[in-house]
């Protein structure tokens, strides 16, 4: 599912906070975005026509709830930016974020880390091929 920046907003104020109506959305983006009510009524009914978000009414009030969750939306995105972007392959992506991004001390362990468990995990399935 490809998800545009203003619905990125909307996404993760609901993923926040849920069920969450339009004016819920609105106060938790306003400082970031400057929009108005109907701009973010207008989101997130692109939201509900993607099947992204639901909407039931309550009293006079609509609210908003995900039908996704925000690691699929994230391993759909990152899917599609290393097709587009890097001929989809992952390397050349780990490589431009490495030299444009400075890890911290845990963010390099971590990702040693689970470089160590892949290598692993091949040298395993390798090794029980015939």
């Known amino acids: 599912m490809r998800i545009t920046d203003a619905e ?3 996404m993760n104020a609901v993923w926040h906070k849920h069920p969450a109506s339009v004016r819920d959305v609105l106060e938790m983006v306003e400082d970031e975005t400057n929009w108005a009510y109907t701009t973010v009524k207008t989101v997130m009914n692109r939201l509900v026509a993607k099947g992204a978000l639901s909407m039931r009414r ?5 609210l908003y709830t ?7 939306v994230q391993k759909s995105e990152i899917r599609s930016l290393v097709d587009r972007a890097f001929d989809g392959t992952v390397g050349p992506l780990v490589h431009f974020l490495l030299d444009e991004r400075e890890l911290s001390d845990a963010e390099s362990e971590l990702l040693r880390r689970r470089l160590d468990e892949l290598a692993e995990s091949k040298d395993r399935s390798r090794s029980k091929q015939p």
């Not at 309550?58 to 609509?62: F, L, P, Y």
Request: hydrophobic share 35%; no cysteine; charged share 35%.
């Open 8 to 10: 990125w907003k909307v």
């Open 66 to 72: 995900p039908l996704v969750n925000k690691d699929e």
């Open 58 to 62: 309550r009293a006079n009030t609509n």
